[in-house]
Nanobody, 119 residues
Framework: QVQLVESGGGLVQAGGSLRLSCVASGSGFSINAQEWYRQVPGNQRTLVAAITSGGSTNYPDSVKGRFTISRDNAKNTVYLQMNSLKPEDTAVYYC?????????????WGQGTQVTVSS
């Protein structure tokens, strides 16, 4: 089993920055692709950043140029640096990690962390 623990959310004024972290713990796994999603009440989770096993990144237009996904493989940690935050970025942010264990691919969600951007 792999557990994901997120941190770094909070309240910030518009124009500010936050950095989210997601640490994967467990044994016998290697991390594949990782993603960050966000969700507001009543809506589906939407992708905000993705990073492949090779390090390629992808962002939707809504956050491109403001958000940066990165990871530290030695720490099994993926980050989401969020700059120039807007009130519409307010949401619960979730990390999503695909791992390989025993030759099989598994996927896990973090518990979510609240990001609130005030105007």
């Amino acid at each position: 089993q792999v557990q994901l623990v997120e941190s770094g959310g909070g309240l910030v004024q518009a124009g500010g920055s936050l950095r989210l972290s997601c640490v994967a713990s467990g044994s016998g796994f290697s991390i594949n692709a990782q993603e960050w999603y966000r969700q507001v009440p009543g809506n589906q989770r939407t992708l905000v950043a993705a990073i492949t096993s090779g390090g390629s990144t992808n962002y939707p237009d809504s956050v491109k140029g403001r958000f940066t996904i990165s990871r530290d493989n030695a720490k099994n940690t993926v980050y989401l640096q969020m700059n120039s935050l807007k009130p519409e970025d307010t949401a619960v942010y979730y990390c999503y990690t695909r791992v390989v264990r025993g030759g099989f691919l598994y996927a896990y969600w973090g518990q979510g962390t609240q990001v609130t951007v005030s105007s």
